[in-house]
């Protein structure tokens, strides 16, 4: 059936065709350096290199998604063939985007500026095809320039056969090249080009942009919401214009905050900062309702942990170095303000791991939201714990004992510390048992010295040394008395039985340390921290040689 719109009656002119709708982020493309936003550096470089007639061969554009690199490179092809309104213009940094180079380069027809996108032309014949066409001059710009878009997805051969073109190119050429992965492009290539690293855009400089261009589409909007989708954006002006194109379809004549979060599935901020404020309190009950009010509205238990990760970064921020962020409406830079100067830097930190911790773990769980609710009950409970650092200056500032009621601590049994006993020199006869184990640890017999300090008991010293030597090898028994005779010139004979003695050294050193790990746990200070903390354990006890 054909369209009744098109159907025109006699003595009618037919009705004009609709112009055809252009997305934001192709009307709004910038066309000149002084409507490319957050570049200043490049663009006064690229100023300096214009007016003194330093031109490089080869600019190599590289950064994120969506600040500018193809714009850039449209921008500086038209900045180098621009004849001005009047035809007798040379390069300059503020095309007048009226003369044919700036239109037809603008329009994408001019023969002179050929783009080619490296993404699908990646091989040496695509390069080819380039080497060729720079052996003829110009057809009717100053300048013939090749722009070579996604340039880290040629092949290796591909930049092997640009290496010397890119080198030495005729005076009337020029190269730009444009990627996002510039750590995959060879040095070679890098070295041959000057390097222009466009940085993200400034969220605060975002907003002003999106303002500006719903107040030229007569869209009305609220503040919030345009903050909403600056920070979606990630520093990407064409990922914002794509949110904002999608936001104006979605809100119709009136952008709402409350729509961008439903478009976008992010949990609506104020909910957010309730929950965070639930988890501070320790308020169980409350806190679970609230996780499943948001879970009911369609809100993803890890987008929701992720909302909570950036409000805990924000308060630490605003703790550490404080700032007015102008993306933030008033309440919520109302609420930074206030949490961080309430809480500590280390408890920040604990709750940064633990929702970090939760985060992970609410990926990888077959049931998102169970895992989310342990996640923050595991917060709630952290919440209701003492601070460490706070706990130890009441414990150092409190008296230690009551003068009417002293406490009687209980006395640990003496125990014989672990002998460090000295290995005898020039030949002399070690004059106990520990002092022979020396002799042996210092002449590196780690295989005797193990069985002499694991195994062997001492029975007496005097007036013949005796040792039990009950299950020790007799091939280390003969090796003990070989090397003693060796070192002390037989002067020391050492009787082997197999009962009695003493413990052996190592039963001494782990006796001492138990011993030791007992007065640590007597200790008041010690008993009260770990009365605070359950969980808590005492480290193993080393002593160092």
Same mark, same amino acid.
């Given at each position: 059936?054909?369209?009744?719109s098109a159907?025109?009656?006699?003595?009618?002119?037919p009705?004009?065709?609709?112009?055809?709708?252009?997305v934001l982020?192709?009307?709004?493309?910038?066309?000149?350096?002084?409507t490319?936003?957050?570049?200043?550096?490049m663009?006064? !470089?690229?100023?300096?290199?214009i007016?003194r007639?330093? $031109?490089?061969q080869a600019? $190599? +554009?590289?950064g994120?998604?969506?600040?500018?690199?193809t714009?850039?490179a449209?921008?500086?092809?038209?900045a /180098?063939?621009?004849i001005?309104?009047?035809g *007798?213009g040379g390069?300059t940094?503020?095309?007048?985007?009226v003369?044919?180079p700036?239109t037809?380069?603008?329009?994408g027809? #001019?023969?002179?500026v050929?783009e080619m996108?490296?993404?699908?032309?990646?091989?040496?014949?695509?390069v080819?095809?380039i080497i060729?066409?720079?052996?003829y001059?110009?057809v009717?710009a100053r300048?013939?320039i090749?722009?070579?878009?996604?340039? #880290?997805?040629l092949?290796?051969?591909a930049?092997?056969?640009?290496?010397?073109?890119?080198?030495e190119?005729?005076?009337?050429?020029?190269?730009i090249?444009? =990627?996002t992965?510039?750590?995959?492009?060879?040095?070679?290539?890098?070295s041959?080009?000057?390097?222009?690293?466009l940085?993200?855009?400034p969220?605060?400089?975002?907003v002003?942009?999106?303002?500006?261009?719903?107040?030229a589409?007569h869209?009305?909007?609220?503040?919030d919401?345009?903050? +909403?989708?600056?920070?979606a954006?990630?520093?990407?002006v064409?990922?914002?214009l794509?949110?904002?194109?999608q936001?104006?379809?979605?809100?119709a004549?009136?952008? =709402?905050?409350?729509?961008?979060?439903?478009m976008?599935?992010?949990?609506?901020?104020?909910?957010?900062?309730?929950?965070?404020?639930?988890?501070?309190?320790?308020?169980?009950?409350?806190?679970l309702?609230a996780?499943g009010?948001?879970?009911?509205?369609?809100?993803?238990?890890a987008?929701?942990?992720?909302?909570?990760l950036?409000l805990?970064h924000g308060?630490t921020? *605003?703790r550490m170095?404080?700032?007015?962020?102008?993306?933030?409406?008033?309440e919520?830079?109302?609420?930074?303000?206030? &949490?961080?100067?309430? +809480?500590?830097?280390? @408890?920040?930190?604990?709750? &940064?791991q633990?929702? /970090?911790?939760g985060?992970?773990?609410v990926n990888?769980a077959?049931v998102?939201?169970?895992?989310?609710?342990?996640?923050? $009950?595991?917060?709630c409970h952290?919440?209701?714990?003492?601070d460490?650092?706070?706990?130890? @200056?009441?414990?150092?500032?409190?008296?230690?004992?009551?003068?009417?009621a002293?406490v009687?601590?209980?006395?640990?049994?003496?125990f014989?510390?672990p002998?460090?006993?000295k290995a005898p020199?020039n030949g002399?006869?070690?004059?106990?048992?520990e002092?022979?184990v020396a002799l042996?640890?210092?002449?590196?017999e780690?295989? +005797?010295v #193990?069985?002499?300090?694991?195994?062997?008991?001492?029975?007496?010293?005097?007036?013949?040394?005796a040792?039990?030597?009950?299950g020790?090898?007799?091939?280390?028994i003969?090796?003990?008395?070989?090397?003693l005779?060796e070192? !002390?010139?037989?002067?020391l004979?050492?009787?082997w039985?197999?009962?009695?003695g003493g413990?052996?050294?190592?039963?001494?050193? *782990?006796?001492?340390?138990?011993?030791?790990? *007992?007065?640590?746990?007597?200790d008041?200070?010690?008993?009260? $921290?770990?009365?605070?903390?359950?969980?808590?354990?005492l480290?193993?006890?080393?002593?160092?040689a």
């Open positions: 059936m054909p369209d009744e159907i025109s009656l006699p003595g009618m002119e009705p004009a065709p609709a112009p055809a709708y252009r982020a192709r009307k709004y493309r910038p066309a000149s350096f002084e490319l936003l957050g570049q200043q550096a663009v006064q !470089t690229l100023a300096n290199a007016a007639g330093r $031109l490089a600019w $190599l +554009l590289t994120v998604r969506g600040v500018g690199k714009s850039t449209r921008i500086i092809a038209k /180098l063939n621009c001005g309104s009047d *007798q390069p940094i503020s095309p007048c985007g003369c044919e700036c037809g380069i603008a329009g027809r #001019h023969l002179d050929v996108d490296a993404a699908s032309n990646t091989g040496v014949d695509d080819r095809e060729e066409s720079v052996r001059a110009a009717s300048y013939k090749h722009i070579i878009d996604e340039v #880290h997805m092949t290796k051969n930049f092997n056969a640009l290496l010397k073109t890119l080198e190119p005729p005076p009337n050429v020029k190269f090249l444009a =990627t992965e510039v750590h995959k492009v060879p040095a070679t290539i890098l041959r080009c000057q390097r222009f690293d940085k993200r855009i969220a605060e400089m975002l002003e942009h999106f303002a500006a261009i719903l107040r589409e869209v009305a909007f609220e503040d919401a345009v903050a +909403l989708v600056a920070r954006a990630e520093g990407s064409r990922d914002g794509s949110i904002l194109d936001a104006i379809a979605h809100s004549e009136h952008i =709402t905050a409350a729509a961008v979060r439903d976008l599935g992010l949990a609506d901020r104020g909910a957010v900062r309730a929950l965070f404020g639930q988890v501070l309190a320790g308020e169980v009950p409350e806190m309702a996780l009010r948001q879970y009911d509205l369609g809100q993803d238990p987008q929701l942990l992720r909302e909570l950036e805990v308060i921020r *605003q170095a404080p700032r007015r962020d102008p993306a933030l409406s008033a919520e830079q109302a609420a930074l303000d206030e &949490w961080a100067q309430a +809480l500590p830097f280390p @408890r920040l930190s604990m709750l &940064w633990l929702l /970090l911790k985060l992970e773990e990888q077959p998102p939201l169970q895992a989310a609710e342990m996640a923050l $009950l595991r917060l952290a919440a209701e714990l003492p460490p650092g706070k706990l130890i @200056r009441q414990l150092q500032d409190a008296p230690v004992a009551d003068a009417a002293p009687q601590r209980p006395q640990a049994a003496p014989p510390a002998v460090q006993a020199q002399a006869v070690p004059d106990s048992f002092a022979m042996f640890r210092a002449a590196g780690s295989r +005797l #193990h069985h002499l300090t694991d195994d062997v008991r001492p029975v007496r010293w005097q007036p013949q040394p040792l039990n030597a009950r020790v090898p007799r091939d280390v003969q090796d003990i008395d070989q090397r005779a070192w !002390t010139g037989k002067g004979r050492i009787e039985l197999s009962d009695g413990p052996t050294l190592r039963e001494t050193e *782990q006796a001492a340390l138990a011993a030791l790990e *007992q007065r640590m746990r007597d008041p200070t010690v008993a009260a $921290l770990l009365t605070a903390f359950p969980d808590a354990e480290s193993p006890i080393r002593i160092s």
